[in-house]
């Protein structure tokens, strides 16, 4: 009989949950970056735009009419691990904290440019963020 066969499965068996965990910490940590990223640059100091930024996990809701930027999930039957990030809102029981011209900004409409602050952010994190989920892979494949 070969010697650790026992530790080795049990190492295998601990994987998930830590890969689990890793991965939340990371999605979130970057999640808030990108989140700060956009309130630096996104075209006002203060106010309703900028206070509408933010991300949540998949099960929690995101304001109605927000833009969102997708999200990513396990492709299996496991706890779907996802993130949306948003800004802006559609509801107008929030008065001045109503963000629904977050969009206008964006892309412009026919009487103003566009000052893009979503989607440019993103684009300029997305390879940082697939790239701290690997690592956060490879570290809980390590540590299990």
């Keep these: 009989m070969v010697k650790g066969v026992e530790q080795l499965r049990a190492r295998f068996r601990r994987i998930p949950e830590n890969l689990q965990a890793e991965i939340e910490r990371v999605m979130e940590a970057q999640a808030e970056k990108i989140v700060r990223d956009m ?12 206070d509408s930024i933010g991300w949540a996990w ?9 833009m969102t930027v997708g999200k990513v999930s396990s492709s299996k039957g496991e706890k779907i691990m996802s993130i949306k990030i948003y800004a802006g809102t559609r509801d107008k029981k929030l008065g001045d ?8 900004q964006e892309f412009g409409t026919q009487n103003m440019a566009a000052n893009p602050f ?3 952010t993103w684009r300029r994190s997305r390879s940082r963020v697939k790239s701290a989920i690997s690592r956060a892979v490879g570290k809980a494949i390590r540590e299990s």
């Design 39 to 50: 309130k630096r640059i996104v075209p006002v100091d203060k106010g309703a735009l900028r």
């Design 58 to 66: 998949s099960w929690e809701d995101v304001p109605a009419g927000a």
């Design 118 to 120: 979503f989607w440019p």
């Design 97 to 104: 904290k109503d963000a629904f011209y977050a969009a206008f």
